[in-house]
């Protein structure tokens, strides 16, 4: 079983956003937007705002939760933040299972989809962090709840998102199993793309699974098209920039590769705060791309760059962050006499 890039999607930078939206009114689709440009510190306030005068609402509630996660996710800090997020995501999904016996249809509906998600972002935090099993016996509780959920609504695509991710790892996973469906894999795929038409946030999030997922099956332009058109309805988005980044690398495109890095490297520091792990993974794309382009004086360059940086120590310590700087050294290790 893997968990991977359940996550709500994003833009770029915007200023004054939290003055777009008049003083003491609160809209989801505020949240949203706020959410999708990246601005996590005003979603949280927007929506702590709201909740210390409506503490009863749910959705609020959850998407507190679902910022969080987001969050953790874009920066890949959640070996820094893990045991906060589950506490405060177990904490919600209390009060939320508290008040789920009390409702009734639609929004007895919802409410377990929130439950079912927020299992989901455990599941995934857990599983990001080595807690396999754990993270397993997370997965199955949400998947159950999300099935029920697109049981009682089918028009619910939201909960598809979910049950397609667990149908396809766990097919991928355990597919050698007697009991696991031949068909898992696709069906998961199939629903998938179903929730690529849910509502914001959520058809964000399906696509960016379905990216992931395209590339595991090294379909390389199916994602790389999935992702511009993300790009092309908002562009600087740093989840699909990275997407088109790394399909860029891999399929040997290094002139592209090396635009992208290039634009992803300046979104990187320019983000409140810096995104660190994208821009190290910015570079370990430059200084890959130069190499592969035969140019060693531009890779040595990009790599004495990188790791002459004074990246914050909390961030070193971040595995991706980690990885990458290794290959970079790998790279500037096979041409020790050259000196420019």
């Not at 909740?51 to 959850?62: T, V």
């Not at 789920?100 to 989809?113: F, I, M, P, W």
């Not at 979104?267 to 140019?295: A, C, E, F, Q």
Request: aromatic residues 10%; charged residues 20%; hydrophobic residues 45%.
């Amino acid at each position: 079983m893997a968990c991977r890039q359940i996550v709500i999607i994003i833009a770029l930078i915007i200023s004054s956003a939290i003055q777009a939206f008049p003083a003491g009114e609160f809209s989801y689709s505020a949240v949203e937007t706020l959410l999708i440009q990246q601005d996590y510190r005003a979603a949280k306030e927007l929506l702590d705002l709201h909740l210390q005068a409506s503490p009863e609402d749910n959705e609020a509630l959850y998407l507190r939760m679902a910022v969080e996660q987001t969050e953790l996710l874009d920066y890949e800090s959640y070996h820094l933040h893990r045991e906060q997020f589950i506490k405060t995501a177990d904490s919600i999904r209390m009060v939320l299972s508290g008040r789920l016996e009390k409702l009734s249809g639609r929004d007895s509906v919802l409410c377990l989809l929130y439950i079912g998600n927020i299992y989901g972002g455990i599941s995934l935090i857990k599983a990001k962090t080595g807690s396999w099993f754990s993270a397993l016996k997370s997965s199955l509780k949400s998947v159950g709840m999300l099935k029920e959920v697109a049981q009682r609504d089918s028009a619910m695509y939201a909960a598809l998102l979910g049950i397609g991710v667990f149908h396809y790892y766990l097919s991928k996973s355990f597919g050698w199993l007697p009991f696991i469906d031949a068909d898992s894999e696709k069906k998961g795929i199939c629903e998938i793309k179903k929730a690529t038409c849910a509502p914001s946030p959520y058809n964000f999030a399906a696509k960016n699974s379905l990216c992931w997922i395209l590339i595991d099956k090294k379909q390389y332009d199916s994602a790389d098209s999935v992702a511009l058109s993300v790009l092309e309805e908002t562009p600087g988005n740093t989840m699909f920039l990275r997407i088109r980044c790394l399909i860029a690398l891999w399929s040997g495109h290094y002139d592209q590769a090396l635009m992208l890095g290039l634009k992803l490297s300046e979104v990187s520091l320019i983000r409140h705060p810096v995104n660190w792990s994208d821009y190290v993974m910015s570079y370990y794309v430059l200084t890959s791309s130069y190499d592969g382009l035969g140019k060693v004086k531009e890779a040595l360059a990009a790599a004495d760059h990188i790791l002459g940086v004074k990246i914050p120590p909390e961030f070193r310590t971040i595995p991706p962050v980690k990885k990458n700087i290794k290959r970079i050294i790998v790279i500037k290790s096979k041409y020790p006499d050259k000196s420019f």
